[in-house]
């Protein structure tokens, strides 16, 4: 679970499903994301997307639990991540299963 941050400000969070992944597997994990941004931060937030200088902070928590290495399991916590949403490398989406995501061009 996590919390989105715009300009020092809540803006929303998003849920991480328990789940499992199969050995030497590359999976795609669906998370819930919910945005609850004010009308003006909601303006805010449009007018930089379209400008291509919108960044989020993100920060959340995780359980992660690894069965082949006797059930070994740890907290994962991550703060003040800085997701630039516009980055080019971010629309990389050749490994994911969902067809849907598939663009023309990508290989």
Known sequence: AGQFHYDGEYIGSFEIPEGKIAEEAISDIIVKVTFTPDKWQALSLTSEYYRGTLRF???????????????????????????????????????????????????
């Open 57 to 107: 902070i993100v920060g959340g928590h995780a359980h992660v639990s690894v069965p082949a290495l006797g059930n070994y399991s740890f907290e994962a916590k991550f703060d003040d991540i800085e997701v630039n949403t516009n980055d080019p490398s971010l629309d990389d989406t050749h490994l994911c299963a969902c067809p849907g995501w598939k663009k023309p061009g990508h290989h």
